[in-house]
């Protein structure tokens, strides 16, 4: 439980993140896409899955009329629609569970990530969510109130992630840990690697996933380094769909950061990348993905 003396403490002028007016934007569909394809690659062949997820959200939100859905999740599932059989299983994969979950277009319903791993996990399986927010924790409260599955509390992710992964896989077979925090301030590029090396040192088999916006590559590869000098080892994915020199203070691309990925999960996002870039590039044909393993030095700037 976070007593407010974490080093990982969000600042109390930290604006809340508006989950509702960015689900489903490009940074969303490939979040989605490396968690559906890691919860695939982690099934365990015996034994329960732990899924567990640092900062949850509502859980659902109702897209409008306007919103970043439309050149996110809306451009990709148009692409798909466009070309079967040509699209890559794991995006055809992950477009189907959308609509299943509700995707319809505008007006429609938005599943976010504690949806997606609900459905995907099984009977026996386990999910523990946390979201600092008490709207949206209580949001999320009513969605899984019937789900004796899942348990969710209100309060500080990154205090807590430690704890929260080490504790899932004593009881475990497999754990995915899913980290995707706000970056509302300038410090989470700090906090946030620091509260993922300490959980992964107190866990050893654990899957973490951590999500991370680009908006220039300065702030990533700081990250990067911060890492690295802690002895992490991991994988990087990074989808940028906007050139970098180009709206700087906007989302450019996002990156997915997997410390112990499932056998098969880098070769998933390596061949969806082009389909869902030259979907979402807001420059016809400037698009570029950006693979590192932990031994790689980060480039760019």
């Known amino acids: 439980m976070n007593d407010g003396t974490s080093r990982y403490r969000d600042p109390a002028s930290a604006p809340d993140y508006g989950h509702g ?5 490009v940074g969303d569909a490939w ?3 490396g968690l559906v394809e890691a919860l ?4 365990p062949a015996d034994g329960p899955m732990h899924y567990v997820e640092s900062h949850a959200g509502e859980g659902r939100y109702r897209l409008g009329s306007t919103g970043e859905w ?5 451009r990709v599932a148009a692409a798909v629609d466009a070309a079967p059989p040509g699209a890559p299983e794991p995006v055809a994969r992950w477009i189907e569970l959308c609509r299943r979950l509700g995707y319809a277009g505008r007006s429609s319903t938005w599943a976010g990530s504690p949806e997606i791993a609900r459905t995907l996990l099984g009977p026996g399986d386990r999910l523990s969510l946390r979201e600092r927010d008490p709207r949206a924790h209580a949001s999320l409260a009513r969605l899984v ?5 899942v348990r969710v509390s209100l309060g500080d992710g990154l205090a807590a992630l430690a704890e929260e992964a080490r504790a899932a ?3 475990a077979a497999s754990v995915l840990v899913l980290v995707d925090p706000p970056w509302t301030a300038k410090e989470d590029w700090i906090r946030v690697p620091d509260a993922l090396a300490d959980a992964v040192a107190a866990t050893t088999r654990a899957t973490f996933l951590l999500w991370y916006p680009v908006k220039s590559l300065t702030r990533p590869n700081a990250m990067l380094a911060r890492l690295a000098s802690r002895g992490l080892r991991s994988t990087v ?3 940028v769909t906007t050139p970098l020199e180009l709206r700087r203070g906007g989302l450019n691309g996002s990156g997915l950061l997997a410390v112990r990925p499932p056998d098969g999960w880098t070769a998933s996002m390596a061949a969806s990348a082009p389909f869902v870039g030259a979907a979402c590039a807001t420059r016809r044909g400037a698009w570029s993905l950006r693979l ?9 700037a």
Request: proline share 8%.
């Open 237 to 239: 994915a990074e989808l």
């Open 292 to 300: 590192l393993d932990s031994g790689d030095p980060p480039t760019g």
């Open 169 to 171: 896989e004593s009881a």
């Open 40 to 43: 695939r690659l982690s099934r």
């Open 31 to 33: 979040k989605h896409l």
């Open 21 to 25: 007016f960015h689900a489903g934007n």
């Open 70 to 74: 439309s050149a996110g999740v809306e």
């Open 145 to 149: 109130a019937d789900d004796p599955r």
